[in-house]
T-cell receptor, first 109, second 114 residues
Framework: GENVEQHPSTLSVQEGDSAVIKCTYSDSASNYFPWYKQELGKRPQLIIDIRSNVGEKKDQRIAVTLNKTAKHFSLHITETQPEDSAVYFCAASVNDMRFGAGTRLTVKP | GAGVSQSPSNKVTEKGKDVELRCDPISGHTALYWYRQSLGQGLEFLIYFQGNSAPDKSGLPSDRFSAERTGGSVSTLTIQRTQQEDSAVYLC????????????FGPGTRLTVT
């Protein structure tokens, strides 16, 4: 089955800096790669996703890149703000969805 | 419209008892997923239902865990003879179409086994 690895497990940045989270996956058939944000005590919510026919997607301060050859994808957050502090999960999917272990992002004011 | 709902929100049970957790997906969503999230940990896939197809049970950790989905809508996750290591938040999610699409998560059920 699919195996998703996510790095780093924790990330601390200064407000205004950029943050990058990286994931690798094992199943070359995976064709959907979402990123979820989970704030403390809340449910995960989708922030951006990318499909395997696209290499990069951007939505305001967040962007995701996908390298299918290398089987890795990354989340980029620019101009970070304290409210970006949360746990971020990547996932890879053919039909079911397998999640990475999560990255705890802390943005220091 | 209404989102994914789960009940109960919290459940405390004694070791060895059986528990049932319920998930009501978004109306019309054909795909339904169960995950387990231990404290401070990631989302562990448990089981996946898609329409009338046989469920993908590959993530169930032991035969004490089972799930069913009646009428293609409501799902129940059952844990028999609960153990302390079953303590976690159990999250349900649903998705609108066949194939990989955005999952909408419920609020979760926090299970504590004493």
């Amino acid at each position: 089955g699919e195996n998703v690895e996510q790095h780093p497990s924790t990330l601390s940045v200064q407000e205004g800096d950029s943050a990058v989270i990286k994931c690798t996956y094992s199943d070359s058939a995976s064709n959907y790669f979402p990123w979820y944000k989970q704030e403390l005590g809340k449910r995960p919510q989708l922030i951006i996703d990318i499909r395997s026919n696209v290499g990069e997607k951007k939505d305001q301060r967040i962007a995701v890149t996908l390298n299918k050859t290398a089987k890795h994808f990354s989340l980029h957050i620019t101009e970070t703000q304290p409210e970006d502090s949360a746990v971020y999960f990547c996932a890879a999917s053919v039909n079911d969805m397998r999640f990475g272990a999560g990255t705890r992002l802390t943005v220091k004011p | 419209g209404a989102g994914v709902s789960q009940s109960p929100s919290n459940k405390v049970t004694e070791k060895g008892k059986d528990v049932e957790l319920r998930c009501d997906p978004i109306s019309g969503h054909t795909a339904l997923y169960w995950y387990r999230q231990s404290l401070g940990q990631g989302l562990e896939f448990l089981i996946y239902f898609q329409g009338n197809s046989a469920p993908d049970k590959s993530g169930l950790p032991s035969d004490r865990f089972s799930a069913e989905r009646t009428g293609g809508s409501v799902s129940t996750l059952t844990i028999q003879r609960t153990q302390q290591e079953d303590s976690a938040v159990y999250l349900c999610a649903s998705s609108s179409r066949r194939g990989p699409y955005e999952q909408y998560f419920g609020p979760g059920t926090r299970l504590t086994v004493t």
